[in-house]
Nanobody
Framework: QVQLVESGGGLVQPGGSLRLSCVASRSIFSVDSMAWYRQAPGNERELVASAAESGTLNYADAVKGRFTISRDSAKSTVYLQMNSLKPEDTAVYFC???????????????WGQGTLVTVSS
């Protein structure tokens, strides 16, 4: 069973930056897309940014120009660089992979356990 493990969350002041990392527990042969979602208290989980195998990147309107998603395929890792953070960015951030193949097995969708980002002064 493959797992996604997030790291890099924490407490940051408004205007600050954080970089989240998500690494797969097994080397990824291929994946259709990797993405970051977030869920704030009382809210539904929402897409923050995604990176397709084709290279297409998508961002939620709320984070465009501030967040950057990137992948290091050799390390089976995806990153989320978050700049100019705002209090409304406070949430648990989840890593997601769709159409993942590793060790000869195909997984429709895999989720990480999440990492908490708190933006507060």
């Amino acid at each position: 069973q493959v797992q996604l493990v997030e790291s890099g969350g924490g407490l940051v002041q408004p205007g600050g930056s954080l970089r989240l990392s998500c690494v797969a527990s097994r080397s990824i042969f291929s994946v259709d897309s990797m993405a970051w979602y977030r869920q704030a208290p009382g809210n539904e989980r929402e897409l923050v940014a995604s990176a397709a195998e084709s290279g297409t990147l998508n961002y939620a309107d709320a984070v465009k120009g501030r967040f950057t998603i990137s992948r290091d395929s050799a390390k089976s890792t995806v990153y989320l660089q978050m700049n100019s953070l705002k209090p409304e960015d406070t949430a648990v951030y989840f890593c997601n992979a769709k159409g993942l193949i590793t060790d000869g097995k195909w997984y429709r969708e895999v989720w990480g356990q999440g990492t908490l980002v708190t933006v507060s002064s």
